[in-house]
Nanobody, 126 residues
Framework: QLQLVESGGGLVQPGGSLRLSCVTS????????IAWFRQAPGKEREGVSC????????RYADSVKGRFTISRDNAKNTVALQMDSLKRDDTATYYC???????????????????WGQGTQVTVSS
């Protein structure tokens, strides 16, 4: 059974940084793409980044390009999202999700993923 558990969320001031982690189990991470999504209250869930198997091939949504960095450690079954220069608009619940073999063409869409984590809250506020 595919399982993903996020951690690392919290309260941070604008311009600050946070590092989210997604620990996976029940599958071979090197065979799966892992994406990070976020969902703010009243808004649709949107993808912000995807790491393709086996070693990365990172892709980013325009809204986070140059500020967020996705990375993976297959040996530790972990995918991280380093978030720098955070803005108030980055406030949301962040989720990681797994898709077999490849990142989708449209990384902002939540369709087609095999498993999701429970989410971790990120709040950017002064």
């Amino acid at each position: 059974q595919l399982q993903l558990v996020e951690s690392g969320g919290g309260l941070v001031q604008p311009g600050g940084s946070l590092r989210l982690s997604c620990v996976t189990s029940g599958f071979t991470l090197s065979e799966y793409a892992i994406a990070w999504f976020r969902q703010a209250p009243g808004k649709e869930r949107e993808g912000v980044s995807c790491s393709g198997p086996p070693h990365g091939s990172p892709r980013y949504a325009d809204s986070v390009k140059g500020r967020f960095t996705i990375s993976r450690d297959n040996a530790k079954n972990t995918v991280a999202l380093q978030m720098d220069s955070l803005k108030r608009d980055d406030t949301a619940t962040y989720y990681c999700a797994a898709m077999y073999a490849i990142c989708p063409r449209n990384i902002t869409s939540p369709r087609g993923y095999d498993a999701w984590g429970q989410g971790t809250q990120v709040t950017v506020s002064s």
